[in-house]
């Protein structure tokens, strides 16, 4: 039986796409953002986890796990339950990570199954993955979500752990293919946020062979809660949040050029 393992299904997203939206978060990632938001996400297998928690003065261990084993027939139930929801609003459902494409086999069949039931798909990807894993999925994905971290490759490594030469190419040809992509761009002070980064980003999206959408996600450190309650050593930067005017200069280099802007999902 064809299984994934997800850690996460949000209802009433409305950041991950058009509409009202259904998010499935998939366990595992080839990436190690210093930023990550969703640490929980790194390993690909179920994990067990114990937390502490204090009552009273009795201090009580609860055991619990990360991550859910899904079947094909189960995951798509879940997401036919919002349908009326996608229907009024223009959604659909959004799978993210985590890296999706890691998990290939499954989810080229839930694509399947969603585009059989006419439900719009977007895929929230790092596009770190072999080109013959996107000849999979192209046809059944209506909406890219393609995440640019960083344009200096030096740099993509140190902040992310791998290069940026595949994503970029798999960049490339979604685009060359006509594929409806949206780029996130997470702004992170003092890392991806200087001037020379943003340039470079905008002279290589300009030689596409169309403008994609441009979204930047301030950072935020919200994160930082997730990391002591999985038990897993912070990387995050120690740099307040960002906020929507810090990113104004951003915003109006794009539209210089043309592009639609949005700050946020």
């Known amino acids: 039986m064809m299984q994934a393992i997800v850690f996460d299904i949000k209802r009433y997203a409305v950041h991950d796409g058009p509409g009202i939206r259904t998010s499935v978060f998939f366990k595992g990632c080839p990436l190690r953002c210093v930023w990550c938001h969703n640490p929980e996400s790194y390993k690909a297998g179920i994990e067990p986890i114990c937390r502490s928690n204090r009552l009273g003065d009795i201090e009580v261990a609860d055991e619990s796990q990360i991550g859910k084993v899904y079947s094909l027939d189960q995951l798509i139930f879940e997401i036919e339950n919002d349908q009326l929801f996608f229907d009024e609003s223009g959604g659909g459902v959004t799978f993210s990570g985590g890296e999706p494409l890691m998990q290939i086999d499954f989810l080229e069949g839930i694509l399947k199954a969603c585009k059989e039931r006419e439900i719009h798909t ?17 046809d059944y994905v209506d909406l890219f979500l393609f995440d640019l971290k960083h344009m200096v490759d030096e740099d993509h490594r140190k902040h992310t752990g791998v290069s940026n030469q595949l994503i970029l190419d798999n960049l490339v040809y979604l685009s060359e293919k006509g594929k ?49 309650r999985f038990g897993i050593e912070t990387t995050m930067p120690d740099i307040p949040s960002l906020l929507e005017e810090d990113t104004v200069w951003v915003q109006n280099v794009f539209k210089a050029e043309g592009y639609t802007v949005k700050v946020g999902g």
């Open 180 to 228: 409806r992509i949206i780029i996130r761009f997470p702004m992170i002070p003092g890392y991806n946020d200087s001037k020379s980064n943003i340039n470079l980003m905008l002279d290589f999206l300009n030689q596409l062979p169309s403008k994609p959408e441009f979204h930047i996600l301030p950072y935020h450190r919200t994160g930082q809660d997730k990391f002591r």
């Open 122 to 138: 977007a895929l929230d990807t790092t596009a770190y993955a072999k080109r013959d894993k996107l000849d999979r999925i192209i």
